[in-house]
């Protein structure tokens, strides 16, 4: 397992089968019920009418179409991790429901597939079928023939990707190679974002990515553009960040990475930001944040309405999804 410090890191910024017929929908009107006060900005709130009623909710991946969306969603000291779905039918998003797959184990980090047939996830659920204990993180998919159809059972990517360390956060190009998070030995306790080959065949030994992005501290987190053109992760408490994990960019030049650069106080926040996630037919980054703008006043607070406003607004330091406009920052 993971040093205290990894498990820290990735917790705690740690199938869809057939659609139902009649999905449950959630009218915009009810987002006037979270009376959600936040400050205008690039970076907005998504969907705050369903995510405003969770305290803790991340990783975030959506189809191309922004009618199929995936998240985790875990308890507020994190013993419970699932993969849950909404849809979009006449523009509105439906109410949340375990994925198929997921709800049994310790399930996070989905990730659709270019093409939208494959979903990926992190998972400690037994390899054997015929076992019921857990064991560290591997990656994991659910398949399917057309994106219409049911997924598949879930699948261990198996060796190399995954080994007797935990391996985290799959993101996939559309030529397959496969990048994620991990821990290694004679890595002194610190996440590293690797990248396995696909050779046409089968995966090809992991490597860690080069220095443009891998430091030696920690970096977690990894969205992969299809053409792999660039890379967005998380950094944690980098010289250059301005909260205690930060969303980097590096772009691939001549087959090599740059030097990542800090996304800036457009996108980041005093808090932790990670798990990004970019549609690129709409030019959207979705994100995780624990940001808050809630105020503590000089003159402190008399008005219980006022108070409870301020605690349960959207950025109120409660783990949420948000999304920004991708072609203000690349």
């Given at each position: 397992?993971?040093?205290?410090l990894t498990l820290t890191l990735c917790v705690?910024?740690?199938?869809?089968?057939?659609?139902?017929?009649?999905?449950?929908?959630?009218?915009?009107?009810?987002?006037?019920?979270?009376?959600?006060?936040?400050?205008?900005?690039?970076?907005?709130?998504?969907?705050?009418?369903?995510?405003?009623?969770?305290?803790?909710?991340?990783?975030?991946?959506?189809?191309?179409?922004?009618?199929?969306?995936?998240?985790?969603?875990?308890?507020?000291?994190?013993?419970?991790?699932?993969?849950?779905?909404?849809?979009?039918?006449?523009?509105?998003?439906?109410?949340?429901?375990?994925?198929?797959?997921?709800?049994?184990?310790?399930?996070?980090?989905?990730?659709?597939?270019?093409?939208?047939?494959?979903?990926?996830?992190a998972s400690n659920r037994p390899v054997s079928?015929?076992?019921?204990?857990?064991?560290?993180?591997?990656?994991?998919?659910?398949?399917?023939?057309?994106?219409?159809?049911?997924?598949?059972?879930?699948?261990?990517?198996?060796?190399?990707?995954?080994?007797?360390?935990?391996?985290?956060?799959?993101?996939?190009?559309?030529?397959?190679?496969?990048?994620?998070?991990?821990?290694?030995?004679?890595?002194?306790?610190?996440?590293?974002?690797?990248?396995?080959?696909?050779?046409?065949?089968?995966?090809?030994?992991?490597?860690?990515l080069s220095a443009g992005v891998n430091t030696?501290?920690?970096?977690?987190?990894?969205?992969?553009?299809?053409?792999?053109?660039?890379?967005?992760?998380?950094?944690?408490?980098?010289?250059?960040?301005?909260?205690?994990?930060?969303?980097?960019?590096?772009?691939?030049?001549?087959?090599?990475?740059?030097?990542?650069?800090?996304?800036?106080?457009?996108?980041?926040?005093?808090?932790?930001?990670?798990?990004?996630?970019?549609?690129?037919?709409?030019?959207?980054?979705?994100?995780?944040?624990?940001?808050?703008?809630?105020?503590?006043?000089?003159?402190?607070?008399?008005?219980?309405?006022?108070?409870?406003?301020?605690?349960?607004?959207?950025?109120?330091?409660?783990?949420?999804?948000?999304?920004?406009?991708?072609?203000?920052?690349?």
């Open positions: 397992m993971k040093s205290t705690l910024l740690f199938n869809c089968n057939t659609k139902p017929e009649q999905p449950e929908v959630i009218s915009s009107e009810k987002e006037d019920a979270f009376d959600i006060a936040y400050k205008e900005g690039a970076v907005t709130p998504f969907a705050p009418e369903i995510f405003s009623q969770f305290i803790n909710v991340r990783d975030f991946t959506v189809n191309s179409e922004e009618d199929e969306a995936y998240f985790t969603l875990l308890s507020p000291a994190r013993e419970l991790s699932v993969i849950m779905y909404i849809q979009k039918e006449d523009a509105i998003w439906s109410s949340p429901k375990i994925a198929d797959f997921s709800g049994r184990y310790t399930d996070l980090e989905p990730f659709l597939s270019p093409d939208g047939l494959r979903l990926y996830f079928k015929d076992s019921t204990n857990v064991k560290d993180f591997d990656i994991w998919y659910v398949e399917r023939d057309k994106v219409d159809a049911k997924w598949s059972q879930p699948i261990n990517a198996g060796t190399p990707v995954n080994s007797s360390f935990d391996e985290f956060y799959p993101s996939v190009a559309s030529n397959k190679n496969l990048y994620f998070t991990a821990i290694k030995e004679n890595m002194n306790g610190q996440d590293d974002i690797f990248m396995s080959t696909w050779n046409g065949t089968t995966y090809e030994t992991p490597v860690a030696e501290g920690a970096e977690f987190n990894a969205f992969v553009a299809p053409d792999e053109s660039f890379i967005l992760f998380s950094g944690w408490r980098r010289p250059d960040g301005i909260g205690s994990g930060d969303l980097y960019i590096s772009k691939r030049v001549n087959g090599e990475w740059q030097t990542a650069t800090n996304l800036g106080e457009t996108i980041n926040s005093k808090q932790t930001d990670y798990c990004p996630f970019v549609n690129l037919e709409t030019e959207t980054l979705y994100f995780t944040s624990r940001r808050t703008h809630v105020e503590k006043k000089d003159s402190g607070y008399t008005d219980t309405d006022e108070l409870l406003k301020q605690i349960n607004r959207y950025d109120n330091g409660a783990s949420r999804i948000y999304k920004a406009s991708y072609s203000d920052i690349h």
